[in-house]
């Protein structure tokens, strides 16, 4: 579970991440916004230029056409060419593309040289050489203002296409600006939400201060099975540590007094992956197992458990008499049980009895592992005729 203040710090993180998110798409959808709109303004300027172009050169043709009256035409000449002039100078500060500048510059030189021809064809239109003003209009006029008028397009052309370049790159901008400010936003709520908790039976520990009282139901499963069920469950063993049950057979090989044979089981316990190990010693006469050592119970259950007869109709007595491991599988109330017989030279002097977690007993390594342990182990008890023997001195 995430501490408080790293959860209010991750909450403050993700809010600051969609802020700033929505702040910097906020300015750059309006700054993509305003260049839209100049560019806009930039094309309306540019073709009302143009079409002031059009309308210059129909307008001084007019001059030598019959019938009309010069006077008007060049006043109106002289008002196209003022007005196309005042919009090409608001043009230029518009243009953020270099080669619409040249190309506006191009534009109004070439209407000033239209303006200088213009005086000429009028003062021939005055003095009445119309031959010499048409020679003016319909050559000079006409390449001049058509100079002016493919200089206007180019301009147009060329601030469309730089513009349309920025503003892509401020779209792929909101689009990276969006991907990271979400997969921030993602992370972090990721990290808030809680994990769920493990099981409590995952969670016990298994160094309790004071065992849990053995009840009679446990007792009579003891003698059914030779283990009991206890509570608390290590992760699960899929494999067995060879070099760990090396090591456990050496130090049972070397042991020199019986006050170091209980942290010898609790290590066997740990190899096998078991909740509890009892080990059964046959009397002298082999005609009954007691119980001498235990692990993972209350100490006082080897008093209480008492002895079990050699002929009874359990897991204990039947790998003591068949002198073979024997097995029960877990089910919905029992853990899974083993029961490895003590041999040596002399036979059967014993039994290993353990209760096994998460489905060891179905798994050979494990099974393997129980029966090297309980041959050592049968080393160090001895056989029941050299033990009799023992007592009658005694």
Same mark, same amino acid.
């Given at each position: 579970?995430?501490?408080?203040?790293?959860?209010?710090?991750?909450?403050?993180?993700? =809010?600051?991440? #969609?802020?700033?998110?929505?702040?910097?798409?906020?300015?750059?959808? @309006?700054?993509?916004?305003?260049?839209?709109?100049?560019? $806009?303004?930039?094309?309306?300027?540019?073709?009302?230029?143009?079409?002031?172009?059009?309308?210059?050169?129909?307008?001084?043709?007019?001059?030598?056409?019959?019938?009309?009256? /010069?006077?008007?035409?060049?006043?109106?000449?002289?008002?196209?060419?003022?007005?196309?002039?005042?919009?090409?100078? +608001?043009?230029?500060?518009?243009?953020?593309?270099?080669?619409?500048?040249? +190309?506006?510059?191009?534009?109004?030189?070439? !209407?000033?040289?239209?303006?200088?021809?213009?005086?000429?064809?009028?003062?021939? %239109?005055?003095?009445?050489?119309?031959?010499?003003?048409?020679? =003016?209009?319909?050559?000079?006029?006409?390449?001049?203002?058509?100079?002016?008028?493919?200089?206007?397009?180019?301009?147009? %052309?060329?601030?469309?296409?730089?513009?349309?370049?920025?503003? $892509?790159?401020? @779209?792929?901008?909101?689009?990276?600006?969006?991907?990271?400010?979400?997969?921030?936003?993602? *992370?972090?709520?990721?990290?808030?939400?809680? !994990?769920?908790?493990? /099981? #409590?039976?995952? &969670?016990?520990?298994? #160094?309790?201060?004071?065992?849990?009282?053995?009840?009679?139901?446990? !007792?009579?499963?003891?003698?059914?099975?030779?283990?009991?069920?206890? /509570?608390? +469950?290590? #992760?699960?063993?899929?494999?067995?540590?060879? /070099?760990?049950?090396?090591?456990?057979?050496?130090?049972?090989?070397?042991?020199?007094?019986?006050?170091?044979?209980?942290?010898?089981?609790?290590?066997?316990?740990?190899?096998?992956?078991?909740?509890? *190990?009892?080990?059964?010693?046959?009397?002298?006469?082999?005609?009954?197992?007691?119980?001498?050592?235990?692990?993972?119970?209350?100490?006082?259950?080897?008093?209480?458990?008492? %002895? =079990?007869? @050699?002929?009874?109709?359990? =897991? &204990?007595?039947?790998?003591?008499?068949?002198?073979?491991?024997? &097995?029960?599988?877990?089910?919905?109330?029992?853990?899974?049980?083993?029961?490895?017989?003590?041999?040596?030279? +002399?036979?059967?002097?014993?039994?290993?009895?353990?209760?096994?977690?998460?489905?060891?007993?179905?798994?050979?390594?494990?099974?393997?592992?129980?029966?090297?342990?309980?041959?050592?182990?049968?080393?160090?008890?001895?056989?029941?005729?050299?033990?009799?023997?023992?007592?009658?001195?005694?």
């Amino acid at each position: 579970m995430i501490r408080l203040s790293v959860r209010l710090t991750l909450a403050f993180l993700c =809010l600051a991440a #969609a802020a700033a998110t929505a702040f910097l798409l906020w300015s750059m959808i @309006r700054e993509a916004n305003a260049r839209d709109a100049d560019a $806009g303004r930039f094309a309306a300027s540019a073709r009302s230029a143009s079409l002031g172009i059009v309308e210059l050169r129909a307008a001084q043709q007019a001059y030598v056409a019959a019938g009309q009256g /010069p006077d008007f035409w060049f006043a109106r000449v002289s008002a196209i060419v003022k007005e196309t002039q005042e919009t090409l100078a +608001a043009l230029k500060p518009l243009a953020e593309s270099p080669a619409a500048t040249l +190309a506006l510059d191009e534009a109004s030189g070439a !209407l000033q040289d239209f303006e200088q021809m213009d005086r000429r064809a009028r003062d021939y %239109t005055r003095t009445h050489q119309l031959t010499l003003a048409s020679d =003016l209009i319909f050559a000079d006029g006409f390449d001049l203002s058509a100079k002016a008028g493919q200089a206007i397009q180019r301009a147009l %052309t060329a601030e469309l296409t730089d513009r349309d370049s920025v503003l $892509g790159f401020l @779209r792929r901008r909101q689009a990276y600006t969006l991907a990271g400010g979400s997969s921030v936003f993602l *992370i972090v709520l990721a990290l808030l939400v809680p !994990l769920q908790r493990p /099981p #409590a039976s995952q &969670t016990a520990t298994a #160094a309790a201060a004071v065992p849990p009282p053995v009840s009679q139901e446990t !007792l009579d499963d003891l003698h059914d099975f030779g283990t009991i069920g206890a /509570p608390g +469950a290590a #992760a699960p063993k899929t494999t067995v540590d060879l /070099p760990q049950v090396a090591s456990l057979c050496a130090d049972f090989a070397r042991i020199s007094e019986t006050r170091a044979l209980p942290a010898l089981l609790a290590r066997a316990a740990g190899v096998l992956d078991a909740s509890g *190990i009892v080990i059964w010693i046959a009397d002298p006469d082999g005609r009954e197992l007691a119980p001498i050592l235990v692990h993972g119970y209350p100490p006082q259950l080897a008093t209480r458990l008492g %002895t =079990l007869a @050699r002929d009874a109709e359990n =897991l &204990t007595a039947s790998a003591y008499r068949t002198g073979l491991l024997q &097995t029960v599988k877990a089910d919905t109330v029992s853990s899974g049980a083993i029961a490895a017989p003590l041999v040596s030279a +002399a036979g059967c002097v014993g039994v290993m009895a353990a209760e096994l977690d998460h489905g060891g007993e179905s798994k050979e390594p494990v099974l393997a592992a129980a029966t090297i342990i309980a041959s050592q182990l049968a080393t160090l008890v001895g056989p029941p005729a050299s033990r009799s023997a023992k007592v009658e001195a005694g």
